[in-house]
């Protein structure tokens, strides 16, 4: 399955983060969501063998990378306290145009202080 | 106006119960429509996919109306096990790849 390390992160105000997934075996693109307490998640950005693919509303202190032997990762830096959140990557595979079920990680939760 | 609007709830209802829930999104290019269900501090896990034909599975029961850009998700004979928070999804449209999440639906179901 998707895996995601550290489970639980506590960070101080200006500070910078990198969040790790490790994707399913054969899945060749990665999604990143924000989700904040009580609310659904958002999509962040989404990288398909190694580049980005599309991008939500997020500025570009978030950035990510994913790399070949189907792990990845966000980077988060200058950190604000609204991006207190659980951090959920998710993989999927690109078959012939279509992008199959995406299979959600169990996510990092990030506090910022 | 967000993207995928749900109703909040939460629903609280008892076992055996039957409950629906709605679920409007605002771009009418989404091509793809689904359920997901998220249990507290857990990730979402897919539930089911929504077809225009409409579409059940067991108890489950999701209906999609692409004139109305309304999509809605039934559960009969409620079990205590049915209690989380029910996300309703879209994607497709112009941002390849993207699941848009409405705000999630919370039930509990009670003895």
């Known amino acids: 399955g998707v895996t995601q390390s550290p489970t639980h992160l506590i960070k101080t105000r200006g500070q910078q983060v990198t969040l790790r997934c490790s994707s399913q075996s054969g899945h060749n693109t990665v999604s990143w969501y924000q989700q904040a307490l009580g609310q659904g998640p958002q999509f962040i950005f989404q990288?398909?063998?190694?580049?980005?693919?599309g991008r939500g509303n997020f500025p570009p202190r978030f950035s990510g990378l994913q790399f070949p032997n189907d792990s990845s990762e966000l980077n988060v830096n200058a950190l604000e306290l609204d991006d207190s959140a659980l951090y959920l990557c998710?993989?999927?595979?690109?078959?012939?145009?279509?992008?199959?079920?995406?299979?959600f990680g169990p996510g990092t939760r990030l506090t910022v202080l | 106006r967000k993207e995928v609007e749900q109703d909040p709830g939460p629903f609280n209802v008892p076992e055996g119960a039957t409950v629906a829930f709605n679920c409007t999104y605002s771009?009418?290019?989404?091509?793809?429509f689904f359920w997901y269900r998220q249990d507290c501090r857990k990730e979402p896990k897919l539930l089911m996919s929504?077809?225009?034909s409409g579409n059940e599975d067991g108890r489950f029961t999701a209906q999609l109306n692409r004139a109305s850009q309304y999509i809605s998700l039934l559960i009969r004979d409620s079990k205590l096990s049915d209690s989380a928070t029910y996300l309703c999804v879209v994607a497709g449209g112009t941002s390849y790849g993207k699941l848009t999440f409405g705000q999630g639906t919370i039930l509990t179901v009670h003895p």
């Open positions: 998710a993989s999927s595979k690109r078959l012939a145009g279509d992008l199959d079920t995406q299979y």
């Open positions: 929504v077809y225009s």
């Open positions: 771009n009418s290019a989404s091509q793809s």
């Open positions: 990288y398909y063998r190694e580049e980005e693919n």
